[in-house]
């Protein structure tokens, strides 16, 4: 076993709803499989190294919480306090600030955790398990009426978290997650949702660059008949961030789209995607858009996978990136894993630089070069952005990229 | 000729001894042309005379090295500015191959033109319902389908699409000096006589054009005040109407043979 999966071993569990039996499997499973390295593909950029600096500190008090969520609803959400949210601060849950609409209700979800079959033969889910020492929240939101729910994850890290969310049938939801936490340190979430037969999640997720802190995130999705799963994220990159989306179309008709820009600068932000279509007539599309430069590196693995048994699936890949200057690095890996001819499929991917043709045609129009390259860069990153999305989310999801892309509208 | 063409006595655009390369090769070999407010100046002449890189040179393309001479452009070293300023002073290129631009809305792309050139001038910006009035009005005096104003710019455009356009552009920007690049160039005779009805409608006493072309019949629509033919790099003969006809009958064949050739050897 290498020196980093003994240091992560080594990490306090104290007071982690994470039980000890669960820290055991993982860790058999890390010894059967070994931890992934840059042989394996899907981590081939995940810098795993960067977690041997992990460190758990002392937890701070959670009492500055009216002040970070104050300060992050100015800075983030356009001064306006969502009615509906769950707040957690330094890893801490804080029901004083958090409230919820009727039709959802909040349980511990500790009781999720210590399901015999909690830790999959899968190295990625096992390090999550692992590295989810030291968080002191799992929630679970049962939803049975439509809302709104803003998810804010505030303060100074570590800051992990094990979530839960579930939608009864019919049921229309959307959830928007504000990573705004602080410091260099670890921030692991693994949220699984479950979606009935005929509802739909919006799932928005916001994460601003932290160029100096570790952001991993597992998020497993079941579809069922009828449903539809939709991600919009916009993440800035961290040292490294890596966001695993793990979907199962696991009813008659289910839908997902997956949508995420990266704009890392002088950080890292990894996308690993994975949609497994496990019954007839289901669709998924992955849209993914990139903007690297000073030392910024992006990946995205995106995997759709149609078993031979499954007639009517369709699958739609488009992935495109974007480099500023000769530093940046955009990896793009799509793959079809179909067997069945009955299906529909495509895909694009690409990765290119600023076209000046178009930068000096702009130029040519009044346009500064400074604002030509912005609206260039704004209009590759706004094609990950779904548009038939609400204006509000839509502006959430815009000040969210603009806070995590300093270098739009620098010249290059 | 319009009716207050020539009352200014300065040019608006006054170029001497211009010598100017491109990937190693001079392209403009001491080119003169003056242009005074008002005119209209139809260039014509060979492939490769330098026509199409007069156009872009003048608009501030990169990778045009001048080697010798000087733009004057309403007084100004025109060849000092930085593309958006020559913009924003009234300098206008309709391109031979318009740029498509993916993600960016059509009707957006123009309003911001409009306003960085307002903002660059001291103006105020433009108000949004003002503006989708006007360029509605134009789009449809230029029998350009509503529907390309919410598409993402010239992405998907048929050639005639993108050169109505590049003249919707045009009229919206109102620039002083207008330099259109073979715009009759994939236009069936309808779209040619819609585009220059939409031309004649901007000639007043005050703006310039300068059209590049190939044809006549761009010509019998859009009356030019002089007719230039440009051949290895420079104006070889300067005149008016019969040098089109000349042109629609021989063909270049009578211009002296050293400038008969495309672009000069640098």
């Not at chain 1, 033969?121 to 692992?130: G, K, M, Q, S």
């Not at chain 1, 079941?222 to 961030?241: C, I, Q």
């Not at chain 2, 310039?208 to 290895?232: C, E, K, N, S």
Request: glycine letters at 10%; proline letters at 5%; a negative charge.
């Amino acid at each position: 076993m290498s020196a980093l999966l003994n240091r992560i071993l080594a990490l306090p569990a104290n007071d982690s709803p994470v039980p000890e039996l669960v820290r055991r499997r993982a860790q058999a499973v890390l010894e059967r499989v070994g931890l992934p390295g840059r042989g394996n593909e899907s981590w081939k950029y995940t810098a795993l190294a960067a977690l041997e600096d992990i460190v758990v500190p002392p937890r701070p008090a959670p009492e500055a919480a009216e002040a970070l969520l104050a300060a992050a609803v100015a800075t983030h959400l356009a001064g306006q306090i969502p009615d509906h949210r769950l707040v957690i601060c330094h890893g801490v849950y804080c029901p004083w600030l958090s409230r919820l609409p009727p039709g959802v209700r909040f349980e511990d979800g500790s009781g999720d955790i210590a399901r015999p079959d909690t830790v999959a033969e899968d190295p990625a889910e096992a390090i999550v398990w692992l590295a989810l020492a030291g968080a002191t929240v799992a929630w679970r939101l049962n939803v049975t009426a439509p809302a709104e729910i803003h998810l804010l994850h505030l303060g100074d890290t570590p800051a992990n978290s094990l979530g839960r969310i579930e939608l009864a049938a019919g049921v229309a939801c959307t959830l928007v997650e504000h990573h705004l936490l602080a410091g260099g340190g670890l921030a692991n979430h693994f949220h699984t949702v479950s979606l009935a037969a005929g509802s739909r999640l919006e799932h928005l997720r916001l994460a601003p660059a932290r160029p100096a802190g570790i952001a991993l995130q597992r998020t497993a999705v079941e579809v069922g008949a009828g449903a539809f799963y939709r991600l919009h994220s916009v993440t800035g990159g961290a040292r490294p961030a890596r966001h695993e989306v793990r979907i199962a179309l696991a009813g008659e008709g289910a839908g997902c789209a997956l949508h995420a820009a990266a704009v890392p600068v002088a950080a890292h932000a990894d996308e690993d995607w994975s949609i497994v279509h496990r019954a007839p007539c289901t669709a998924g599309s992955q849209t993914f858009r990139a903007v690297a430069g000073r030392r910024g590196r992006a990946a995205c693995s995106a995997r759709s996978v149609i078993p031979e048994n499954i007639t009517g699936g369709d699958a739609r890949q488009s992935l495109h990136g974007l480099l500023l200057d000769a530093a940046g690095e955009v990896q793009l890996r799509p793959v079809l894993d179909i067997e069945n001819d009955e299906v529909s499929a495509s895909h694009g991917a690409g990765v290119g630089q600023l076209d000046t043709d178009a930068i000096y045609y702009l130029q040519s129009r009044g346009f500064p070069a400074d604002e030509a390259r912005r609206l260039l860069i704004g209009a590759l990153l706004d094609q990950a952005l779904a548009r038939d999305l609400p204006d509000h989310l839509k502006s959430l999801w815009r000040t969210a990229l603009d806070g995590s892309a300093p270098f739009l509208g620098e010249g290059s | 000729m319009t009716m207050n063409a020539g009352t200014e006595t300065m040019p608006l655009l006054a170029i001497g001894g211009l010598r100017a390369s491109a990937g190693g090769r001079t392209i403009l070999n001491g080119l003169d042309l003056v242009v005074m407010p008002g005119e209209v100046h139809a260039v014509m002449g060979p492939n490769g005379a330098g026509k199409s890189t007069l156009g872009h040179l003048l608009a501030g393309r990169p990778g045009i090295a001048i080697e010798a001479g000087e733009v004057r452009y309403d007084g100004e070293d025109l060849l000092a500015l930085a593309p958006e300023e020559r913009a924003a002073r009234g300098l206008f290129l309709a391109f031979q191959y318009p740029v498509e631009i993916p993600g960016v809305n059509n009707s957006y792309f123009i309003r911001g033109a409009l306003n960085a050139q307002h903002r660059a001038r001291g103006e105020e910006e433009i108000d949004a319902v003002a503006f989708m009035r006007r360029l509605r009005q134009a789009a449809d005096e230029l029998g350009m389908d509503a529907a390309l104003l919410q598409r993402n710019v010239n992405e998907g455009f048929s050639g005639g699409e993108k050169k109505r356009n590049e003249v919707l552009q045009l009229h919206l920007l109102e620039p002083r000096l207008a330099i259109l690049d073979e715009t009759d160039s994939g236009l069936d005779i309808d779209a040619l006589r819609t585009v220059a009805r939409g031309v004649n409608g901007l000639r007043n006493g005050c703006r310039a054009f300068i059209v590049i072309t190939h044809y006549q019949r761009l010509l019998d629509d859009i009356v030019p005040d002089r007719v230039h033919v440009m051949a290895g790099g420079r104006i070889a003969a300067s005149g008016g109407l019969e040098l089109v006809r000349r042109i629609e009958e021989e063909g270049y064949a009578w211009l002296p043979a050293a400038e008969q050739g495309e672009a000069v050897a640098g």
